[in-house]
């Protein structure tokens, strides 16, 4: 028996610890919109492409700061010479076999080439201010999308909040009708009223738990989580909701976001960058001029020494392989001037599609312009209308509260039906809704044109 108690009480603390591992790993983390943010900039697919992208582009820097340096190379040839052929090392011609080995360094520099390898470095290091612009364009962009989940998933919850808590009003107003109709003070037929309400709540709730569901899916799509992976954001403090704050002009947010926005600033530099090539291209039209050298040196199986002091019997013997290759050192160098002539008109083709390229920039930096007006007017007139609907909706909250205490103790008088009660209770409810809805629009509205204005989106 001992044994068996023991045996069952290891049993029991087994499943107990097991029980309380599971929950410490199945609990959700919660997570602040700091928190998102840090994540998503740090594991963003998107924002990891742009980074891949500076850094080839750096790299491209470099490799154009190396064009300024000589070429400089080394070769070695091993030939095998069948019949009639020159000996390279003798200029003979022989007819036989041969075996030749040589070597060779040869240097070149280019002088001048019309500039166009400082300019290329010029550009090329621009391209990369603008590459690093265009991903502090994706990382705020991503940032203010991460709000708009964020601000959603809260708006949904309160909403679910507030559902709940009127349903718990309902149920204590079921639970004081059913105490009536037992005690005879109402008829039966005063509870079915209430019970259609309740059962309307409820499929509030649940659409309400589904919204909140869609908008966390949302914000783990714009976080690229992990499949399987369940976060619980973390509410933040309320930040002070002012009625009647004061919002800027869209003339003002834009011509303070013309001077803050990385997408402004990249167009800008590709437009420099495009006049950049056209003066690349330009250059050529420019003659070219380098230097160059070269030295070598070979062995030939064939090449003889013959010494003819005794005329009648000249002597040959073969020269050894380190003698000849220190005999036929040679040197060459010297200036080349290029100048172009024909060249079926590539640098003219080059020009035009630079010039077209500064066209297409501008055009596109103009967009970009609008694009930014055209969202701050938005932003802007979202903002107004969000004020205005957070104000009136409170008024009205006001009011509906008003009415709803007003119908409760009449209905507790007796001089007011059920349904009229449901009605005002609806009123009411629709109220708090409507405020919940104008708040966090008038919030993420706000924080939109703090965004265009070159502020940090915080909440708190």
């Known amino acids: 028996m001992d044994d068996q108690k023991c045996r069952f009480k290891s049993t029991g603390f087994f499943f107990i610890f097991l029980f309380l591992v599971s929950n410490v790993f199945s609990q959700t ?19 990891k492409q742009g980074q891949l992208n500076q850094a080839m582009a750096e790299m491209q820097v470099q490799q ?5 340096t000589p070429n400089v190379n080394g070769t070695f040839d091993l030939g095998l010479n069948l019949g009639r ?7 003979q011609f022989l007819n036989q076999t041969t075996w030749t080995n040589q070597y060779g360094l040869s240097l070149s520099q280019e002088v001048f080439s019309g500039l166009t390898k400082l300019k290329t470095i010029d550009k090329n290091k621009i391209d990369v201010q603008a590459i690093a612009l265009d991903n502090e364009s994706l990382k705020t962009n991503l940032e203010l999308n991460l709000l708009t989940a964020y601000l959603n998933i809260l708006n949904a919850e309160e909403q679910l909040e507030q559902a709940k808590i009127s349903q718990k009003s309902t149920e204590e107003q079921l639970q004081r009708t059913q105490t009536l109709i037992k005690a005879g003070a109402l008829a039966e037929k005063a509870i079915i009223d209430i019970e259609t309400q309740k059962i309307s709540e409820e499929a509030t709730i649940t659409n309400l738990e589904n919204q909140v569901k869609l908008a966390y899916n949302t914000l783990k799509n714009i976080l690229q989580l992990e499949p399987g992976k369940d976060i619980k954001i973390k509410k933040p403090e309320e930040p002070d909701v002012v009625g009647n704050q004061v919002i800027e002009t869209p003339e003002t ?27 690349i291209a330009k250059g050529a039209y420019l003659p070219t001029i380098s230097l160059f050298s070269s ?21 040959v013997s073969k020269v050894s392989y380190g003698n000849q290759l220190n005999d036929n050192i040679g040197y060459n160098m010297g200036i080349r001037l290029t100048i172009p002539i024909y060249n079926k008109r590539l640098p003219y083709f080059g020009m035009r599609q630079a010039e077209f ?5 501008d055009f596109q930096l103009k967009t970009a312009e609008l694009q930014l007006y055209e969202n701050i007017k938005q932003a802007y007139l979202r903002a107004t209308t969000a004020q205005a609907n957070y104000n009136i909706s409170l008024k009205s909250l006001e009011a509906s509260n008003k009415s709803l205490e007003y ?31 104008a708040k966090y629009e008038y919030i993420f509205s706000t924080k939109v044109l703090d965004f265009y204005m070159g502020k940090d989106i915080q909440l708190d």
């Open 29 to 47: 983390e919660e997570w602040t919109l700091e928190q998102c943010v840090t994540y998503a900039v740090q594991n963003n697919i998107q924002l």
């Open 64 to 68: 154009s700061k190396y064009d300024l």
């Open 85 to 91: 052929s020159i000996d390279p090392t003798t200029n």
């Open 253 to 279: 947010i834009y011509s303070e976001a013309l001077k803050r926005r990385p997408e402004i600033k990249s167009q800008q530099l590709k437009i420099e960058s495009s006049k950049l090539s056209l003066s």
């Open 295 to 315: 030295f070598g040196t070979g062995y030939s199986n064939q090449f003889r020494n013959y010494d003819f002091s005794d005329p009648l019997n000249p002597i």
């Open 357 to 361: 390229g500064i066209q297409n920039a």
């Open 407 to 437: 119908a409760k103790e009449r209905l507790d008088r007796g001089v007011l039906t059920q349904i009229e009660y449901t009605v005002a209770k609806n009123v009411r409810d629709a109220a708090q809704s409507r405020v919940s809805q």
